[in-house]
């Protein structure tokens, strides 16, 4: 399955590129203007979208809607209301239509005790019996959850336990719809599961929504429509299309105080991720966010740090940092272009940059010298792996450094970072903050929130050193590599 590639002009002329990963699009309410809904999506910059299928029929439609249009993909299964129809034949049935090349995912499945339309036990038996089957077929879940409240009147609780129970989502899923609040989508967000939004984020200033799109990490952000339901403001009481995805868009990013272009490449790059659609983007040496231009120059990095995003995903932030070779300065300087354009010019990427320390110098000096502010953003291993104290030839080079510091003693130092120097790495990281201070680079150090660091610890070592503290969040929660 591939991503096919927006059709004529470049892109910073192109709409942002959107994902509306659940639609019914087979529906009878699309038979007379089908294509012209497909055609409107793809002109809004909706390059990716999964059909979703909810009972046999609607699975079949879907795969066949997926076989005609490059940009649609499908899902197969059950929804609760039809739960008492799944029998071993049906599920066979799903088994075979899910070996489908364009099928990425099971469902629509889950619970809904709002209509009842299955009894309770059959509806838990169906979800069950669909998550064991994206289970062995390594496909995530669709997952619908309406009122599925326990005795206790917990939203979310009988979907949650039954996950739990059956180790359900092992290749992730997407809670569509999302029916609960900021504790519920951390629940979700725990088990490894996306957070669908769609059009009831528009429906009110600071709803139940408002707090679930702030807190949840935005790698775990998905779009949705569920067209021909649930239409955006100001559509409702009319059909909802994928087109109007762009509407959910620009009211997360809003909430999010985000640009619409970044929540589209995350959240695409999300759905990639998520439903293993290949055939997303190249490498990218140069990558633009928030106004800053960030550059990949390598992969290779003297620590292993457990929580480093690079080893949970090729992508970041809807931009793939696997790179096949490490660019040439030249290259580099080609990426960037004019320097003059971004906030800031910062070497960071899925490597340590001072790894490759002449081509940080030649790239930095030149963006310099054409009027661009550089940052280095470094493990601070600089000094240690050149054997010399390279800060005076960083001095020329960047304009600011940040230190990931991650620790306020070496023995955690080493616990999660893993660094290849050894136990003494530490120490030279706080000697690499003292001779930026003392050579004038203005210098900020930084310490991801992990349970095993204390950061009032951190931050007193920062006052010591005379330095700022920034404190990023771990994102999604990572499990400690073996
Ligand atoms: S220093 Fe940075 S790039 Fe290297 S492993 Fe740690 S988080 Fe990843």
Same mark, same amino acid.
């Given at each position: 399955m591939t991503l096919p590639e927006p059709s004529g002009g470049t892109p910073r002329e192109a709409p942002p590129l959107l994902s509306d990963t659940h639609v019914h699009l087979n529906l009878d309410r699309f038979a007379?203007?089908?294509?012209?809904?497909? +055609?409107?999506a793809r002109d809004a910059g909706v390059r990716l979208l999964v059909n979703v299928g909810f009972d046999l029929e609607t699975s079949r439609e879907s795969i066949a809607l997926a076989e005609r249009s490059e940009s649609i993909y499908a899902s197969v299964g059950l929804h609760p209301h039809d739960s008492a129809k799944l029998d071993d034949a049906l599920l066979e049935e799903f088994e075979r239509l899910a070996a489908h090349p364009m099928v990425v995912a099971i469902g629509e499945t889950g619970l809904d005790y709002y209509r009842d339309l299955s009894p309770r036990d059959e509806q838990r038996r169906a979800f069950r019996e669909q998550i064991r089957l994206a289970n062995r077929l390594d496909l995530p879940l669709i997952v619908?959850?309406?009122d599925a409240k326990d005795e206790r009147g917990r939203a979310l609780a009988d979907v949650l336990a039954i996950v739990d129970e059956e180790e359900g989502g092992a290749a992730g899923g997407v809670m569509h719809c999302f029916p609960g609040d900021v504790e519920h989508a951390k629940a979700v967000v725990e088990r490894g599961f996306h957070v669908g939004i769609g059009g009831p984020v528009t429906y009110s200033a600071r709803g139940r929504l408002f707090g679930v799109v702030t807190e949840v990490p935005v790698n775990r952000l998905l779009l949705e429509t569920d067209a021909p339901w649930l239409p955006p403001v100001p559509h409702r009481g009319e059909r909802n299309e994928p087109a109007h995805v762009a509407l959910v868009a620009?009211?997360?990013?809003?909430? +999010?105080?985000?640009?619409?272009?970044?929540?589209?490449?995350v959240t695409i790059g999300n759905a990639i991720k998520l439903f293993r659609i290949t055939g997303g983007s190249a490498p990218s040496v140069a990558y633009e966010m928030r106004g800053n231009?960030?550059?990949?120059?390598?992969?290779?990095?003297?620590?292993?740090?457990?929580?480093?995003?690079r080893y949970e995903s090729d992508t970041l932030w809807g931009y793939n940092l696997r790179l096949d070779r490490e660019p040439t300065v030249d290259e580099i300087l080609e990426a960037v272009g004019d320097p003059t354009r971004h906030r800031e010019i910062v070497f960071c990427g899925y490597g340590e940059p001072t790894v490759r320390?002449?081509?940080?110098?030649?790239? @930095?000096?030149?963006?310099?010298?054409?009027? @661009?502010?550089? +940052?280095?953003?470094?493990?601070?291993?600089g000094s240690l792996i050149w054997s010399r104290n390279v800060v005076p030839e960083l001095a020329r080079a960047v304009d600011a450094v940040s230190v990931s510091l991650n620790a306020a003693d070496a023995a955690t130092y080493e616990s999660i970072c893993g660094p290849k120097f050894g136990a003494a790495t530490f120490d030279h990281v706080v000697a690499f903050v003292r001779q930026c201070v003392k050579a004038h680079v203005p210098v900020t150090v930084s310490a991801v929130d992990v349970?095993?660091?204390d950061l009032g610890e951190v931050r007193a070592l920062a006052r010591e050193l005379?330095?700022?503290? +920034?404190?990023r969040g771990s994102g999604a929660p990572r499990r400690r590599r073996a």
């Open positions: 007379n203007d089908r294509e012209a809904v497909i +055609r409107r619908h959850s309406r620009a009211r997360i990013a809003e909430i +999010r105080e985000m640009t619409v272009a970044d929540l589209a490449r231009l960030y550059l990949n120059i390598t992969n290779r990095c003297t620590n292993e740090c457990y929580f480093c995003v320390l002449d081509v940080v110098l030649a790239v @930095g000096e030149r963006l310099r010298a054409l009027g @661009g502010r550089v +940052r280095l953003d470094t493990n601070g291993h349970p095993e660091v005379d330095v700022p503290l +920034r404190v």
